[in-house]
Each structure stands twice: as C-alpha cells, then as structure tokens.
C-alpha cells in the first residue's frame, strides 16, 4: 500500500503544488481522494495507468477539491475507458455532475455512479474497507479512513513440520485459513500453526477541517495520517475563522490519536518555504512529513 501525493496545495496552485488530490495504491486497486485541478496531469506525470483507477471519494463541495472531474472524466472517455468508476462524496455531488452533463455537455462513454457519502458509511471492497466521519469545515466535509482486513497470524513453520505438514500448498492452504488433510489421513487446523490474528494498515485522509479534536478516535493507531495544515502557528486565528488547521494542531491530532506517521497537506499558497510548518508540527508530532507534489510514502506491514 501506498500513498501518492498529486497535489499538495489549499485554495490556489503554485509553480510547485497543485489542487489537492491523493491516489492510494492497495493490490492494484487505485482509490483517489479528492480530485483537484491538474490531477490527471499528474498522474500522467507519475506513470500512473488510469486504468486501475475504480473509486474517488470527494471531501466536500469546494472548487479546488473537484474541479480536475471534469477533465478527468473527459479524457477517460476519449482513451475508451469500458469499466465502471465509483464516485463518493457529500451532497451536493450529484447536482456538480448534472450540472455538467447538461451545461458543459459531459458525455462519459463508461459507467459511473454517484453515490452520497454521509457519515458512518462504509464502503466494502475486496481485502479493506472505506469509512467516512465528519469534520468540522465552511461546508459539509468528510475525512475517508481505508481499513484493511484483519490478516492472519504469523505462520509457525517449526510447528507446521513438527505436525507433519509437508512443504508445499498445504502451507499456503494453512494461511488461507483451510484445514488441510496429511498423507496419513490426518487434519492440521490453521490454529495449530497461525499466531493471533493481525490487523490490517489504516490511512486516513483528512482536509479541509479547523483543529477538530471528535475526529481523534477515527484517526487512532492510523500507519498513515494525512491531515490539512493550511497555515502555521502565528495565523491560528486566521485558521479558525476560515475553518482550517495550523501545523502544530494537525500534529495534536496525529499525537492525541497514536498515528505511526503524519503528513500534512493543503498547504496555503503563501509558504514558499514549508520548513517553519515541519518545525512546528515535528515539535508536537516528530514523525511528520510536510507532503510534496509527486512524492510517494510506503505504508509497510509492521508486524
């Protein structure tokens, strides 16, 4: 599982930062959050194949987060695209998309679907799973969590032999979770040979939203957060008034929640230079990263 950061910037672009979208790559499955302005470009500028592409979750009804569907959806057309797409976001989504089947003239040629995200959805895919929470922003916004399944256990191979597994498919039989018969006649359950069970790796993508502490238990033992840090520390009361975060609180967020790592995004044109925002929120949070456009994070297994 990785996380591939299109764009990293809140409000405008930069020469260096584009509107905020993230693609998250899961078992060749892309899932892509948010959708903002040059976001195919930048797929086409990682090598990403749009042809894993199967579901986008949209936080909320502002312009930078979903004015790259349009475009998207046009060139998905023109390169003949045949599967189908999932698209989630609040409401209001609908209406963006009849708006531009009728005035802009938008003929996607594949099947899509629009589907309103409320909180406590869950969207259930193969191998993980998709929720939604609230967060506390200008319009109605939601933070996206992917959960993977549970995993099995560590596989005991010194047991496995001293029951009498042979090597070979019945190992993997045992970590499917299959019982598995032995050339004496005999049965090994996966419980004989499997440790507890291990939980699977959780990236939760959160913007655009003030300090919003209600959000903490949706954010716990995250591998990977990826909070809005707008502004720094000395525009906190620009940030509450416009709804949005500073450095420092996304880092409470990420160190109140238990977070492995922490990744701000949505950052305000302004900050040509972002490492005062990394030294404020690694003072709260040290295992933060300030995203840039392009870059990639690896979630890994810890266990």
Same mark, same amino acid.
């Given at each position: 599982?990785?996380?591939?950061?299109?764009?990293?910037?809140?409000?405008?672009?930069? #020469?260096?930062?584009?509107?905020?979208?993230?693609a998250?790559?899961? @078992?060749?499955?892309?899932?892509?959050?948010?959708? $903002?302005?040059?976001?195919?470009?930048?797929?086409?500028?990682?090598?990403?194949?749009f042809?894993? !592409?199967t579901?986008?979750f949209?936080? *909320?009804? &502002?312009?930078d987060?979903?004015?790259?569907?349009?475009?998207?959806?046009?060139?998905?057309?023109?390169?003949?695209?045949?599967? #189908?797409?999932? =698209?989630? $976001?609040?409401?209001?989504?609908?209406?963006?998309?009849?708006?531009?089947?009728?005035?802009?003239?938008?003929?996607?040629?594949? #099947?899509?679907s629009?589907? /309103?995200?409320a909180?406590?959805?869950?969207?259930?895919?193969?191998?993980?799973? =998709?929720? +939604? +929470?609230?967060?506390? *922003?200008?319009?109605?916004?939601?933070?996206?969590?992917?959960?993977?399944?549970?995993?099995?256990?560590?596989?005991? !191979?010194?047991?496995?032999?001293?029951?009498? =597994?042979?090597?070979?498919?019945?190992?993997?039989s !045992?970590?499917?979770? @299959?019982? /598995?018969?032995?050339?004496?006649?005999?049965?090994?359950?996966?419980?004989? =040979?499997?440790?507890?069970?291990?939980?699977?790796?959780?990236?939760?993508?959160?913007?655009?939203?003030?300090? &919003?502490p209600?959000i903490?238990?949706?954010?716990?033992?995250?591998?990977?957060?990826?909070?809005?840090?707008m502004?720094?520390?000395?525009?906190?009361? @620009?940030?509450?008034?416009?709804?949005?975060?500073?450095?420092?609180?996304?880092?409470?967020?990420?160190?109140?929640?238990?977070?492995?790592? !922490?990744?701000?995004?949505?950052?305000s +044109?302004?900050?040509?230079?972002?490492?005062?925002?990394?030294?404020?929120?690694?003072?709260?949070? #040290?295992e933060?990263?300030?995203?840039?456009?392009?870059?990639?994070?690896?979630?890994?297994?810890?266990?």
């Open positions: 599982m990785r996380a591939i950061f299109l764009g990293t910037s809140g409000g405008i672009p930069t #020469p260096r930062r584009s509107l905020p979208a993230v998250l790559m899961h @078992e060749g499955e892309i899932m892509l959050f948010d959708c $903002g302005e040059g976001a195919q470009t930048q797929f086409m500028r990682k090598g990403i194949g042809g894993r !592409l579901k986008i949209i936080t *909320h009804i &502002h312009g987060h979903l004015s790259g569907l349009m475009g998207l959806f046009m060139t998905l057309t023109m390169l003949e695209r045949e599967a #189908p797409l999932e =698209v989630y $976001g609040p409401p209001g989504l609908a209406e963006f998309f009849g708006s531009l089947e009728r005035d802009i003239k938008l003929r996607a040629r594949f #099947p899509y629009i589907n /309103v995200a909180p406590g959805m869950v969207v259930r895919c193969d191998g993980f799973h =998709v929720e +939604a +929470a609230p967060v506390n *922003h200008s319009v109605p916004c939601l933070a996206f969590a992917v959960q993977e399944s549970v995993r099995p256990g560590k596989f005991d !191979l010194d047991r496995a032999r001293e029951l009498g =597994v042979p090597e070979g498919p019945l190992f993997g !045992l970590q499917k979770g @299959e019982i /598995v018969t032995l050339p004496d006649g005999g049965t090994v359950s996966p419980s004989d =040979v499997l440790g507890p069970p291990r939980k699977g790796r959780r990236v939760v993508y959160c913007t655009d939203t003030v300090y &919003h209600p903490i238990p949706f954010c716990r033992d995250a591998d990977l957060l990826i909070h809005e840090s502004f720094a520390e000395d525009m906190k009361d @620009e940030a509450r008034m416009r709804k949005h975060s500073t450095a420092a609180e996304a880092a409470g967020i990420a160190r109140a929640a238990g977070v492995r790592r !922490l990744a701000l995004t949505h950052i +044109a302004r900050y040509l230079d972002t490492s005062d925002i990394q030294e404020q929120a690694r003072a709260v949070f #040290p933060t990263t300030v995203a840039r456009d392009l870059m990639e994070i690896e979630i890994p297994y810890i266990d």
